[in-house]
């Protein structure tokens, strides 16, 4: 049975209607706006009740439900609350994934609202302002779907075959360290990895696995560290062969990880440790400071570039 648009729906996107009213939304895109506008309550707009969990879909692209749990612990204490799921014309779930799931495990009805024309498109800008996708609910979002792009196909393999590493340890494996701007291409769905830099991870993940057993060993920030060992494969001077064996042997003395330049600091140490000929020896953390200079000024440049072109 639909119910006419009432409290219920208001209650459920104060945050959408809060923002329309504010000052700041004259500074969203006109793509943002339009996102905003299919949420915002409206007279024609229908609340309604089912036990046909079956007819809903999941959005293709969609982030995947991380919490139901608290939502089905939530009605067993409190009791079920008429908040309708958001879904588009074909039934597929906007916003609710986690209170369908719980509705449907403890046989409760779903309330739901039907938003025609809602597109993820509109699902990925909403999230972006309110509830702040994950770095990796982008990466499967862009790499599913109808209009997937070949280019996060390729970093969501990645990430599913190296899934025993940080996601920004994969993320920098392919796509390198310099460009600071990565993470923003990433949600804006402006990533570019090609099958050459695809390969090259590849790569590098599989020598970052070959120090896995003893990473694991070491106390501290392990992403850093792991960090600093991809720095180290990327550099010319150090010898990989060298570098591992050295690890491998000395990775006991090496202190609790704190942040990547310290952790460099700690593989220059490992690595020269007994190390012959003594003309064997590098600076390893000369070079990374010297990589850093070169790094800010790339950015520096990448920065100066957008702002004449604004």
């Known amino acids: 049975m639909a119910k006419k648009?009432?409290?219920i729906i208001e209650d459920t996107q104060t945050d959408i209607w809060g923002i329309k009213q504010a000052e700041e939304y004259n500074s969203f895109?006109?793509?943002?706006?339009?996102a905003i506008e299919l949420f915002v309550p409206k007279e024609s707009y229908f609340v309604q009740s089912t036990y046909n969990y079956d007819m809903f879909k999941i959005m293709e692209g969609n982030r995947e439900i991380e919490h139901d749990k608290p939502i089905r612990e939530s009605i067993l204490n409190v009791g079920l609350l008429p908040i309708p799921i958001i879904v588009n014309e074909f039934m597929e779930i906007?916003?609710?994934?986690?209170?369908?799931?719980a509705c449907k495990d403890l046989n409760m009805p779903v309330y739901?609202?039907?938003?025609?024309?809602l597109r993820l498109k509109h699902v990925?800008?909403?999230?972006?302002?309110?509830?702040?996708?994950?770095?990796?609910?982008?990466?499967?979002?862009?790499?599913?779907?109808?209009?997937?792009?070949?280019?996060?196909?390729?970093l969501e393999r990645l990430l599913t075959k190296y899934g025993s590493f940080f996601t920004n340890d994969v993320i920098y494996s392919a796509c390198g360290m310099k460009d600071a701007t990565t993470p923003k291409k990433i949600r804006d769905g402006n990533l570019k990895l090609d099958t050459y830099r695809y390969n090259d991870a590849i790569n590098k993940l599989e020598?970052?696995?070959?120090?896995?057993?003893?990473?694991?060993?070491?106390?501290?920030?392990?992403?850093?560290?792991y960090r600093a060992i991809l720095f180290c494969y990327c550099s010319d001077e150090v010898d990989n062969?060298?570098?591992?064996?050295?690890?491998?042997?000395?990775?006991?003395?090496?202190?609790?990880?704190?942040s990547i330049?310290?952790?460099?600091?700690?593989?220059?140490y490992v690595y020269n440790r007994n190390l012959k000929p003594l003309s064997a020896h590098l600076d390893i953390h000369g070079l990374y400071k010297s990589y850093l200079k070169s790094t800010a000024m790339l950015n520096a440049i990448a920065r100066k570039s957008r702002n004449e072109k604004v």
């Open 124 to 154: 990925r800008i909403i999230n972006s302002i309110f509830k702040k996708w994950s770095t990796r609910n982008y990466i499967k979002s862009y790499s599913t779907g109808d209009n997937k792009s070949n280019d996060y196909v390729y």
């Open 29 to 34: 895109t006109e793509e943002e706006k339009e």
């Open 5 to 7: 648009n009432n409290n």
């Open 94 to 101: 906007a916003d609710g994934q986690g209170r369908l799931t």
């Open 261 to 268: 330049d310290q952790a460099v600091e700690q593989l220059e």
């Open 207 to 225: 020598y970052l696995l070959n120090f896995r057993e003893y990473v694991n060993k070491v106390s501290g920030c392990l992403s850093k560290l």
């Open 112 to 117: 739901y609202m039907t938003v025609e024309g």
């Open 241 to 258: 062969n060298t570098l591992h064996k050295q690890f491998k042997a000395n990775y006991s003395i090496i202190e609790p990880i704190v």
